[in-house]
């Protein structure tokens, strides 16, 4: 079986790959991780997100994503408006855009950002295990989980079952 850290590897590198809009803020003529890039100051063009990251840490412009501030707040107000046995619909690589995100901000804004991830995770963690605990992951439930969160789900019902089967007198 896979790892969960495999696994969200797996995503986390498609999530670099994917493309993102950069906008150059000078002209620029590099190679930058073997590919060439020429672009004139205020070109938006897309990227590899890794190129990106790169071309930004090094001043040549932005990468326009969105803002996940918002977007977590919003997951927040949607989770605790579910009921204790639903959860609201996240997008699978929320947490790992979330991270990479952060990453960008100031210590005092990363601690305000991490304080609500907390309770966000608080609560979809406690609504994970008391659905592992009652049912295998159906398709509609995956469908609202992100990547870590199937992973998760997965081991719990496993260990619920297992623990399950040992009480009762055999594996279920």
Known sequence: MIRIADSEGVHVTGFELAEVKFTFESAVDVDVAGTKIKAREGE?????????????????????????????????????????????????????RLRAYMKKLPETDYDKVESMLYSLLRKRHGKIVRLADSS?????????????????????????????????????
């Open 136 to 172: 295998k992951l159906t398709a509609e439930l995956s469908s609202k989980m992100t990547v870590e969160e199937r992973e998760f789900y997965v081991k719990l019902h496993e260990i619920s079952s297992g623990f399950t089967g040992r009480i009762m007198g055999g594996e279920k």
């Open 44 to 96: 938006v063009m897309n990227l590899p997100r890794y190129v990106a990251a790169i071309l930004e840490g090094e001043k040549y412009g932005q990468i326009q994503e969105q803002d996940m501030v918002v977007e977590l707040k919003q997951a927040i107000v949607k989770e605790n408006v579910q009921g204790e046995f639903e959860i609201s619909t996240l997008d699978e690589h929320f947490y790992i």
